[in-house]
């Protein structure tokens, strides 16, 4: 038994689809989160860059007291490897492998595709950890810049947001998956408009939600859940205003977040 609180982070909104799960299977827990905001998007960065946030975001919830931290963060999770994040000394859960295995369980054509941020879809990082399961396995990745800049302005279930999707989902759709992983964060909050371009017969792989499961079986396996009875609180943290976060969070939450804002020195 631990009452600490679970560390979540991202370089935004994009882990609250994390979240959103964890208050549903784990309402009793006290969450504290960190969105990058002032340094997002983490998807346009360099592998060095993205060493030096990571780090960074680790260090932040640490230093408040956490007993678990989970990587909300495809971006993250597909190029900074766990074993590089030095004193990490508390158990750490990332997007990749219960992404790809709920991928893989769903997916009966075993054509699969990705859509995530463009340093994701380079590192191949997903689409590798598929392939070294299922060797069979046909796979497409499609980087998708515009999505995280528009999710963060609160472009959720709009024309501007319909129209760049479908740009970016029309390779996918003519390579026939049957299943597509989300495999940035943010994109589960535009899932609505993903779905009605790919059709109810792809199966939509929430890698937010993934993580969130994952982190509920490790705090179970390591014996680490909280002994609280009541429902947990969330504390939001952001590194700029507060004003995007509180947004979408409204509409996704469909309620107001204690969301503070915090200045964060995170060296480049
Ligand atoms: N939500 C993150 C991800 O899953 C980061 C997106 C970004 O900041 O570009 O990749």
Known sequence: MNNMAIGVFDSGVGGLSCVKELLHCLPN???KYLGDTLKMPYGMKTVEELHLLAKNDVEFLKRRG????????GTISSNVPKEHLE????PFVDVINPTVNAALNQSKTKRIGIIATPATVKSDCMGQRIKSIDSSAQVISIGCADFVPLIEAGHIDDDLIRNCAEKYLSQIKSFNVDTLILGCTHYPIISKVIGEIMGSEVALIDSGKETALEVKRVLEQMHLLTENSSNGTSKFYVTSN???????AKIFFEKSVNVKSILMDIKE
Do not use: G, P
């Open 29 to 31: 827990e006290d969450i």
């Open 66 to 73: 956490v007993k678990l931290i989970a990587a909300a963060c």
């Open 87 to 90: 004193n990490l000394n508390v």
């Open 242 to 248: 507060t004003e995007n976060f509180d947004n979408v």
